[in-house]
T-cell receptor, first 112, second 115 residues
């Protein structure tokens, strides 16, 4: 049972435009959500997180939106840059637990 | 920021041999570290939680005797893949967090190839 799903395996966006990466979850007990960026042959790098008490968190070009009723979160990158090209994983957990459950990732390509 | 160092970054071994992967927290102490595995084009799957000074907690389906975890100090956890087989070939990544309120920080991973 896949508790965290990223239904789009890939996304291609023009430089300067907005990239929107989506993530859905099924476990209503999750209350902490994160986005990680990963380059090939490297470990994931933390990007941004959001707690379930919020519906939006912004950090520079990155904004995460959380829709608890829909069990959906999204990562917006604007403006997108070629250096943003990577695989993006969303992850979820219960703050009382150490375990992170990851989605399958979305490969973002930002075209110059 | 918090740094997690993993060694080696890649290793090739023969079937039946054992391989040890080290995970160190460089600028913080980690009572708990986590070991993940990623198969090509798949998600990161949690294998086990490594607890300093006590036994590791393994996820369902992960063989304890095959993936030996030792967390002997607050800055070092090791994963030993025993009697490796080609199906163990994967990307192994460790992670740790500074405290309960901080996100997980990951090492750069170890690419294991078993021939």
């Amino acid at each position: 049972d896949q508790q965290v799903k990223q239904n789009s395996p890939s996304l291609s966006v023009q430089e300067g435009r907005i990239s929107i990466l989506n993530c859905d979850y099924t476990n209503s007990m999750f209350d902490y959500f994160l986005w990680y960026k990963k380059y090939p042959a490297e470990g994931p790098t933390f990007l941004i997180s959001i707690s379930s008490i919020k519906d939006k968190n912004e950090d520079g070009r990155f904004t995460v939106f959380l829709n608890k009723s829909a069990k959906h979160l999204s990562l917006h990158i604007v403006p997108s840059q070629p250096g943003d090209s990577a695989v993006y994983f969303c992850a979820a957990s219960r703050q009382s637990s150490y375990k992170l459950i990851f989605g399958s990732g979305t490969r973002l390509l930002v075209r110059p | 920021g918090a740094v997690v160092s993993q060694h080696p970054s890649w290793v090739i071994c023969k079937s039946g041999t054992s391989v040890k992967i080290e995970c160190r927290s460089l600028d913080f102490q980690a009572t708990t570290m986590f070991w993940y595995r990623q198969f090509p084009k798949q998600s990161l799957m949690l294998m086990a939680t490594s607890n300093e000074g006590s036994k590791a907690t393994y996820e369902q389906g992960v063989e304890k005797d095959k993936f030996l975890i030792n967390h002997a100090s607050l800055t070092l956890s090791t994963l030993t893949v025993t009697s490796a087989h080609p199906e163990d070939s994967s990307f192994y990544i460790c992670s740790a967090r500074v405290d309960g309120n901080s996100p997980l920080h990951f090492g750069n991973g170890t690419r294991l190839t078993v021939t």
